[in-house]
């Protein structure tokens, strides 16, 4: 393949992990506005919903400490292709779920395959960066936030005005075909690891560790607004289900205009720079959110807090990507599976605390993490992409 068939096959591969991202997103911003209606739907109390959603983030964390290993075995390309295919689905078993322990079963499931997903798209997106020679990540994930907020934004609708079980038929069919027709033009690694038969071992580089501290208290929040959010509308402020589901809405939506100029921000004034007045407008957006006295107060609020979360999980996930003296796919492992163990697990202990005290003081204590990111921002100096000739 001469080097003109191989610039447009990174610039297909490009668009096709955008895809795969938008997809992650727009599913996982689907089930935000359907979360109300299946505490409702199966009689159980936030702290069972919490323990549910315990199980999504369980499954998650299974299937990305496996994903590393897929993923050398087997190249990114091929991981996305089995995950993606299989998430479209997740959301559909999960609104089929007629009772606790079937419920239960679908959110491991569920999370295993969107968990499993995300980590083979974000390793797809550093090879076609490697291709390209040029950033993509802030980008690829302004796609999920994208998705995201269209997910989040339509359903609660969807959901008011035909049924939960219609909304997630339509996000399967939608998802599945801009998945059929993204996932052949994904591009596959220059070089595969799978004939050197290396064992599965973590990295003893403890700044990898910190770098997925950073990720962790980063994705918190973002997961604490997607899980929660919408019932903090409907039950402490008065909102119905359409101006809940608007909670997430404006969060992702902001997410994903700003991540779509975070390689530029990125590269003018640095990753360290980019961090540290990232976390600081979340850390405020957040602490408004948590004490706003109406529904469009706290919608503003998350939206202003997304402006500031935008950026700071690729510039971490960027960070792992290029640690001096270790494989990207190595340090990516350890940073995804910290990070997003933030979005996933810890909402369900969140869910615990938020039904004894509301979910106002929480949010409002959620933005010390992100004033932590703030004095850990100077660990983050790799993320700075430089290009090869």
């Not at 001096?324 to 340090?331: L, N």
Request: hydrophobic share 55%.
């Amino acid at each position: 393949m001469n080097a003109t068939n191989t610039v447009t096959a990174a610039v297909r591969g490009r668009w096709a992990v955008a895809a795969a991202f938008f997809v992650n997103g727009f599913i996982t911003g689907s089930w935000a506005p359907q979360i109300p209606v299946f505490l409702k739907r199966l009689e159980i109390s936030e702290f069972t919903l919490g323990q549910l959603i315990l199980l999504f983030g369980a499954g998650a964390v299974a299937a990305m400490s496996w994903c590393g290993y897929l993923i050398s075995r087997h190249g990114s390309r091929s991981v996305v292709r089995w995950f993606g295919s299989a998430a479209v689905f997740g959301l559909l078993v999960v609104a089929l779920a007629p009772n606790v322990p079937l419920a239960a079963i679908s959110m491991f499931l569920f999370g295993g395959v969107i968990g499993g997903m995300d980590v083979a798209m974000n390793a797809n997106a550093v090879a076609v960066e490697k291709k390209l020679s040029r950033a993509i990540m802030s980008s690829s994930h302004g796609f999920w936030s994208l998705g995201g907020f269209a997910g989040a934004g339509i359903g609660g609708i969807a959901i008011q005005s035909y049924g939960h079980l219609a909304h997630a038929a339509a996000v399967t069919i939608a998802s599945a075909i801009v998945l059929a027709f993204a996932l052949s033009h994904l591009v596959s690694e220059e070089r595969q690891i799978a004939h050197e038969h290396r064992r599965f071992a973590l990295p003893k580089t403890v700044l990898i560790y910190l770098i997925g501290i950073m990720a962790l208290f980063s994705m918190v929040p973002e997961g604490t607004v997607l899980d929660w959010a919408a019932l903090f509308l409907e039950q402490e402020l008065g909102a119905d289900i359409a101006t809940a589901g608007l909670a997430f809405a404006g969060f992702a939506g902001t997410m994903a205009a700003v991540r779509f100029m975070g390689d530029a921000v990125r590269n003018r004034y640095g990753a360290v720079t980019t961090l540290r007045v990232s976390s600081l407008i979340a850390a405020i957006g957040m602490l408004v959110a948590g004490l706003a006295p109406t529904p469009w107060i706290a919608i503003a609020a998350f939206a202003f807090c997304g402006l500031g979360i935008a950026n700071m999980v690729p510039i971490a996930f960027s960070a792992a990507g290029n640690q001096p003296g270790m494989s990207a796919g190595g340090g990516m492992s350890v940073v995804t599976t910290m990070g997003y163990s933030g979005i996933l697990v810890a909402p369900s202990a969140i869910g615990f605390v938020g039904e004894r005290t509301g979910f106002g003081p929480v949010f409002g204590t959620l933005s010390l993490l992100l004033l932590v990111v703030f004095l850990m921002a100077g660990l983050a100096k790799h993320a700075d992409f430089s290009p090869r000739a």
